[in-house]
């Protein structure tokens, strides 16, 4: 069964970039069939999609993010990841990496597993 | 502000049925059959309860039902049960320049 865990530094300075990293197990990172991606949630707000990547290396982003992220795939260690550059406080969220079953871009609204989430703060 | 409109929150008594509405607009819910929906409880990850509008995901409990009528979206619960007190968000593609757009979520109350 697909599992996704995140990992990475729970906390970092305003200005410098995020990363993390999407461990995948289950299934293999460079299939057709998923999409893999990204979601955010500020402590006690909504959901905010960040971006996601297909294994094709064709990479899809929020708008409201394009400018500072990035998703680099590591096929060797089956993991993805995140990195969004010049972190303010609004930036502070629960950051869940999860998969979406499909060949098409269409289907990363359905991402049916999620990894457990790891909170990253932003402050000096 | 979220793209997708959602109430802040619902209630309804165990065994009741409750309907969550999900407005959007022409460019993202009202033009495809990608709306999806989101189960979340406290301190976890959410769980995909709808698909493509009305599917369901293996393991998914048939009370769990989704439509669609122009802009908006729907998500039912029947029989309700104190398990289906989380949030809800609802989910949409929007095309090939936005992707994804979510919704604000709904605090289900189960009295």
């Known amino acids: 069964q697909l599992q996704l865990q995140e990992s990475g530094p729970g906390l970092v300075k305003p200005s410098e970039t995020l990363s993390l990293t999407c461990t995948v197990s289950g299934g293999s990172i460079s299939s057709s069939n998923y999409y893999w991606g990204w979601i955010r949630q500020p402590p006690g707000k909504g959901l905010e999609w960040i971006g996601s990547i297909y294994y094709s290396g064709s990479t899809y982003y929020n708008p409201s993010l394009k400018s500072r992220v990035t998703m680099p795939v590591d096929t060797s260690k089956n993991q993805f990841s995140l990195k969004l550059r010049s972190v303010t406080a609004a930036d502070t969220a629960i950051y869940y990496c999860?998969?979406?079953?499909?060949?098409?871009?269409?289907?990363?609204?359905?991402?049916?597993?999620w990894g457990q989430g790891t909170l990253v703060t932003v402050s000096s | 502000q979220s793209a997708l409109t959602q109430p802040a929150s619902v209630s309804g008594s165990p065994g009741q049925s409750i309907t969550i509405s999900c407005t959007g607009t022409s460019s993202d819910v009202g033009s495809y059959n990608f709306v999806s929906w989101y189960q979340q409880h406290p301190g976890k990850a959410p769980k995909l309860m709808i698909y493509?509008?009305?599917k369901r995901p293996s393991g998914v409990s048939d009370r769990f039902s989704g439509s669609k009528s122009g802009n908006t979206a729907s998500l039912t619960i029947s029989g309700l049960q104190a398990e289906d007190e989380a949030d809800y968000y609802c989910c949409s593609y929007a095309g090939s320049r936005i992707f994804v757009v979510f919704g604000g979520g709904t605090k289900l109350t189960v009295l």
């Open positions: 999860a998969a979406a079953a499909g060949g098409d871009v269409v289907v990363v609204v359905a991402a049916f597993r």
């Open positions: 493509e509008v009305n």
